[in-house]
């Protein structure tokens, strides 16, 4: 027999097999480098998304904190001759340079906390009806795009509608209650507050609702809960942290509105006893006097206004991420 001929035959198929082993080899290694490849590129990516976040939040700080210093620096020269009396101080005199913030103070926190009194029912009532009555259907989106434009209107449209429809009626409710019908004053304020601050509190709170597992109402109906107590005993204590959220929106809205309350409180710097006197906000006071402030110390305690008032909205805010924290 001829040994040649054998040993390419024996040979050959080894040949075959260390091709496919190095050809295999080669493959794995280029599927492996470009996996390595694939991950350094996401790992840039990652990181460099990341230092984009740290940078857009260190940005949002260092605005929050350029407002705060601007305030200040602006508002000094009425910090250094008025002193702490200036926050409860009861007149407001720039004639005679007697500036007093306690009226604007509390026409602020009346109109606002009243105003946000008055829409939670009608908030919650929305939120409940379109997230867990009838959360689809043509009349839920109607009522929700109707919301949703209720935040969309302008305020200098509701501060319209106020003197054209809400004056009067207050005017005639004030005469049946045999309160001088002026009309004007914090309770207007209020009404109109209220309608303004209501898509705020509504969409959070049907956007909660909906987020509520099934399987937790499913287990209530199916021990004989009916609809009202499921929604008592089971939604409201799931989703009680963010209705509380939405109605702390709600409040920061009130506080910092302008236009429409300028347009129906009145006006008047005296101090507010009852829910149907005339006043101001530290808002509208502003709005109405910053251009005619001819003094260094009258422009300067305006602008403290504006200083009492980010303060009155971060100690607000920080008290309601506390509760929230315990509600969680």
Same mark, same amino acid.
């Given at each position: ?69 601007? !305030? $200040?620096?602006?508002? %000094?020269?009425?910090?250094? +001759?008025?002193?702490? *009396?200036?926050?409860?101080? /009861?007149? @407001?005199? =720039? ?8 009226p604007f ?6 109109t606002s906390?009243?105003?946000? !009194? $008055?829409?939670?029912? %009608?908030?919650?009532?929305? +939120?409940?009806?379109? *997230?867990?009555?009838?959360? /689809?259907? @043509?009349? =839920? ?21 106020? !003197? ?43 956007s909660m ?120």
């Amino acid at each position: 027999m001829d040994t040649s001929i054998n040993k390419d035959v024996i040979t050959r198929p080894e040949d075959s097999l260390g091709r496919v082993i190095t050809s295999t080899i080669n493959a794995t290694s280029v599927r492996t480098a470009g996996r390595i490849r694939r991950s350094y590129r996401q790992i840039r990516t990652e990181n460099v998304f990341r230092k984009t976040l740290i940078i857009v939040s260190l940005c949002m700080v260092v605005l929050i904190l350029g407002i705060l210093f601007t !305030l $200040i620096v602006q508002a %000094f020269p009425s910090i250094k +001759a008025l002193g702490a *009396g200036y926050l409860w101080g /009861k007149t @407001w005199d =720039p004639v005679q340079d007697v500036y007093g913030a306690l009226p604007f103070l509390l026409g602020t926190l009346l109109t606002s906390f009243l105003g946000l !009194l $008055i829409s939670l029912p %009608f908030s919650f009532a929305v +939120a409940i009806f379109l *997230g867990e009555y009838y959360p /689809k259907g @043509w009349l =839920p989106n109607l009522l929700k795009n109707a919301v949703e434009l209720i935040a969309a209107v302008p305020s200098v449209i509701y501060g319209f509608w106020g !003197l054209a429809v809400l004056i009067p009626m207050v005017q005639s409710l004030e005469t049946k209650m045999g309160v001088p019908p002026v009309g004007y004053g914090i309770f207007s304020s209020a009404l109109v507050l209220s309608i303004m601050v209501i898509p705020y509190s509504a969409s959070l709170g049907r956007s909660m609702i909906t987020m509520v597992p099934s399987s937790l109402k499913e287990a209530a109906y199916s021990l004989g809960a009916t609809r009202w107590e499921v929604i008592r005993s089971v939604i409201i204590p799931y989703t009680k942290s963010g209705l509380f959220a939405g109605v702390l929106l709600s409040l920061g809205r009130a506080l910092g509105e302008t236009m429409a309350v300028t347009m129906v409180i009145g006006n008047t710097t005296q101090m507010p006893h009852s829910i149907f006197d005339t006043g101001n906000t530290m808002a509208s006071v502003i709005a109405n006097e910053l251009g005619e402030a001819d003094k260094r110390v009258y422009n300067a305690a305006l602008i403290e206004l504006g200083l009492v008032l980010f303060f009155v909205t971060v100690i607000i805010n920080v008290i309601g991420k506390k509760v929230i924290g315990k509600f969680s």
